[in-house]
């Protein structure tokens, strides 16, 4: 019977390939840019016109007073909930809605959504619309094979995760949308592999350091303070000591890829000395000794560090070049801290998705962990549901790159894990249950009594 429904499941997800391909391509049309923020209600108009056509209850969630919301740009959510047919456990499919820049180097439209020889390209289609569409049509072709489920199903298409995830999950979180009590299991369909199960990802320390200086003219510069030299000296001592420390260190966790297994730091900005003029401005530069220098840095670190080591060992860095270089003064400004996170490989969630991918590829999963973090960090610090993983189609190297794309059959395959999935869950799962209490109440277990 069990092998029977996965038949059923994996055939009607098969049947359902074109609507599949729309899905995505129309999701990829919406140009969800982030920063700022553009059209996320158009893309929770889309998503709540065709979740409540298929049957859910959706509630627009705005994260009011969250970083980046305004009236100009507001951080909507979606929330979309079907209920079955008798009490279970609600499995939640999470996805962000939110792209990054488009950058250069594309040969395609990047919110054209074309399909060519198997693959759907555009800015978003692997990082994550695909995985979003996959989840609503496994969603769906799950509802039609099993309408009698038990429990409750939950898509949400959420703000911000490009920037943080604080309009979207964190804010859901924080509003008790995924309490345990409320929610019992979570897949994010992040592009991590249709034959992988993510576990979980590093940690991520990102803050700005300052340089100060003093203006002069450019001419007699002895009379100033480059803060740009002195921020020079800065990227040197990064180079020499903090650099290969970083590449000594390794981690259990199984990151990919494997370049990530080790600390990371990217510098993610440099800003030093007068501003950049608009494009129309012919004129030249003035002769400034630059009085301040800022950079951004983006540091992951591995769960066998901690937070105030990583954050010590940069401080500490600075410290030394103010004891020893003449006139060096800085500032370390932190502007946001997420703590590794790691679902144990026990947990419901992940012995479901590994036994539905074995059932759709004949191969048991490989379990890996993100080089980035994503809205699980929210999910598991805020909301405190530890049931989470992320597990969805696409090829994590694409993200964020020119000519993205997403495959047709990997979108396939991984909605086919996704409706196995509900089924071990809200029908299987009920059975096994339910079976059991049957035996309990025929032939109880004889409970020794305690001794007088």
């Given at each position: ?18 609507d599949?391909?729309?899905?995505a391509?129309?999701?990829i ?26 049957g ?130 979570v ?12 576990l ?8 700005e ?152 590829f ?23 549901l ?7 189609p ?20 991984s ?33 020794r009594?305690?001794?007088?």
């Amino acid at each position: 019977m069990a092998q029977d429904i996965a038949e059923r499941l994996k055939a009607e997800i098969i049947a359902r390939e074109q609507d599949l391909i729309a899905l995505a391509q129309d999701l990829i049309r919406i140009p969800t840019l982030n920063p700022p923020g553009e059209n996320y209600d158009a893309i929770c108009d889309y998503l709540d016109q065709r979740l409540s056509a298929s049957g859910f209850e959706t509630t627009w969630i705005r994260a009011e007073g969250a970083p980046g919301d305004s009236d100009r740009y507001p951080r909507w959510n979606l929330m979309a909930r079907r209920e079955g047919a008798r009490a279970g456990d609600c499995v939640h499919f999470n996805s962000h809605t939110d792209v990054v820049e488009v950058g250069h180097g594309w040969t395609r439209d990047p919110f054209g959504g074309a399909l060519e020889d198997g693959k759907i390209y555009g800015r978003g289609a692997c990082d994550m619309k695909g995985g979003l569409a996959a989840s609503i049509v496994a969603a769906e072709a799950f509802i039609a094979c099993c309408p009698d489920f038990c429990g409750a199903i939950e898509i949400s298409g959420t703000a911000d995760e490009e920037s943080g995830g604080y309009g979207g999950v964190a804010y859901l979180a924080e509003k008790g949308f995924f309490d345990p009590a409320r929610v019992q299991h979570v897949i994010i369909p992040e592009p991590l592999g249709k034959d992988r199960i993510c576990l979980g990802h590093r940690g991520g320390w990102w803050a700005e350091i300052e340089t100060k200086g003093e203006i002069a003219h450019g001419s007699m510069p002895f009379l100033g303070d480059c803060a740009v030299r002195h921020m020079g000296a800065v990227l040197e001592r990064f180079e020499a000591e903090l650099f290969p420390a970083m590449a000594a260190r390794h981690t259990e966790m199984p990151v990919v890829p494997e370049g990530a297994r080790q600390s990371t730091m990217n510098i993610n900005s440099v800003h030093g000395g007068q501003a950049e003029q608009s494009e129309d401005y012919t004129g030249l530069p003035a002769h400034c000794v630059p009085d301040s220098c800022r950079i951004v840095i983006d540091r992951r670190y591995l769960p066998e560090e901690s937070y105030e080591s990583v954050a010590g060992e940069v401080r500490g860095l600075l410290d030394g070049l103010k004891a020893e270089r003449p006139r060096f003064d800085y500032t370390l400004e932190e502007i946001n801290h997420v703590a590794p996170s790691m679902t144990d490989k026990g947990a419901p969630i992940v012995e479901t998705v590994h036994a539905a991918i074995a059932d759709v590829f004949g191969t048991a999963p490989a379990y890996v962990a993100s080089p980035g973090t994503y809205d699980q960090k929210h999910i598991d610090r805020i909301g405190r549901l530890k049931n989470c993983i992320a597990y969805g189609p696409g090829v994590l190297e694409l993200a964020h790159k020119p000519d993205e794309w997403i495959g047709v059959q990997d979108m396939v395959e991984s909605a086919q894990v996704m409706a196995l999935s509900l089924h071990r869950l809200l029908v299987a799962g009920l059975r096994r249950r339910t079976q059991h209490d049957i035996r309990e109440q025929i032939h109880p277990r004889r409970r020794r009594r305690r001794p007088q």
